[in-house]
């Protein structure tokens, strides 16, 4: 239909088999018309890409087969570069959708052009009246977290602003994708995977972006190892996860008064956390390294940001957004 917004759909898949059939069939099931599904296979291991190949007759989808796994954020940005729609749905393999979750995405956010991002009700396979995600928030001490994760359903049934959306099924304003773009990337490849979400929400929210969940949009997400608690949790993903949090920090934080409280309260926290980490999970200590290794990069990515933020209040931001 002439006028209609657009909507591709951007999704990375690694070792995915079990879960991007009905993915897929998901995504085609949308009340609203999908304009095209970007798939970027991470070197998969368990014939991912092959089934994906049985869609093959849909010129709509699109296939990139890498041969390294490139992580979430660098198979995400290389997705979003295929597209060129007015919105994209960064999409998790493990994820179904509703048939009404684009469209009342869409719905909401073209009636309100300062929201450049939303996510939908998600709620676990495991138990549907269980709360999975109502998007991003964050805690005094800089630590981002699901909200609702774990509470019942019903209790979110109201629209409401949220820190940001998690990238399990993020819906995105391409206008937005543009504006917080560094170096090229939408999502920090240095984060590789994990995070990446709450770097992104962060920023957005620096340049006068705003996020909401819409409890309309209904998805259903079938986590696998977070199910069983962090002893389940792969060293691979709670060492991103750790490191990528100093990541988001050393972006994102902004300078101000408020960081004589901030300061001595994040050295307390993550002091008691070092302590945790030598005696219960060593493995994590190789995250230092790399942390200390990515400083002068992070610092660096934090200067272009606030020239961004600077120029977004010359220009009066958000308010001149379409």
Known sequence: MAGMATVSVCIVTY?????????????????HPIEQIVIVDNASADGTATLIEH????????????????????????AIGHTDSDYVLVLN????????????????????????????RLVLSADLSIMDSAGLGMRRTRQAYDLAAGEPAHNWSQQQQVFGVS?????????????????????????????????????AKQLGWVSYYIPEARAVHHRGWKKGGRSTIPLFV?????????????????????LLKLIPLLAAVETAKLCYIILKEPGLL??????????????RKRKLIQMKVKQGQMQLKPSNKR
């Open 238 to 258: 709670r060492r991103h996860s750790y490191q990528n949090r100093f990541f988001t920090l050393l972006k994102n934080e902004q300078a101000g008064w408020h």
């Open 93 to 120: 393999p493990d994820v179904t959708l509703d048939p009404g979750y684009v469209s009342n995405l869409v719905a909401f956010m073209e009636e309100n052009r300062q929201v450049g991002s939303a996510t939908g």
């Open 15 to 31: 070792n995915s088999a079990e879960d991007i059939e009905a993915c897929l069939d998901a995504v085609w099931s949308q009340v």
């Open 167 to 203: 990238g399990a099924a993020a819906f995105y304003r391409m206008d937005m994708i543009r504006d917080l773009q560094i170096d090229g990337q939408f999502f920090d490849e240095d984060f590789f995977a994990y995070k990446e979400d709450v770097d992104v929400a962060w920023r």
């Open 55 to 78: 869609y093959g007759g849909d010129e709509r989808i699109f296939l990139v087969k890498n041969a390294i796994n490139n992580g979430f954020a660098g198979g995400q940005n290389q």
């Open 286 to 299: 190789r995250c230092w390294p790399v942390i200390f290794r990515s400083m002068p990069d992070m610092l």
